[in-house]
């Protein structure tokens, strides 16, 4: 049976839930309600049907905490183009005017 243990941090079921309700992220909510669900009896494959998220990613939260604790199931983005940087690109300062090809080569002759 999977269990949560919770106990090696020095946590309990109520700190899971607590961050289960006020964490920042959708996520990381979702990784600690699992946990939560997990700690009050429930199993991966009943938390995967009420997600629809994989058991095996389910089993992973839980091994992810019992081996690393709560931060290594805080939601980090990775990859890809952060929002803010998205609206840096998307400004109009942030681009150069083309040059068309007969402009950049135009002999000064």
């Known amino acids: 049976m999977l269990a949560i243990n919770y ?14 309700l006020n964490s920042e992220h959708p996520r990381t909510r979702e990784r ?5 669900e997990i700690s009050q009896g429930k199993n991966a494959t009943q938390i995967s049907r009420e997600t629809g998220r994989n058991h095996q990613t389910v089993m ?9 604790g709560h931060e290594s199931l805080l939601y980090r ?3 890809g183009i952060s929002p803010t940087s998205r609206k840096t690109a998307a400004s109009p300062s942030a681009h150069q005017p083309h040059q068309s090809y007969s402009e950049s080569h135009a002999s000064t002759a």
């Open 60 to 68: 992973g939260w839980v091994h992810s905490y019992n081996e690393w």
């Open 32 to 36: 600690f309600l699992a946990l939560f």
């Open 7 to 20: 106990e090696k941090w020095g946590q309990s079921p109520e700190f899971l839930r607590n961050l289960a």
């Open 77 to 79: 983005h990775t990859g």
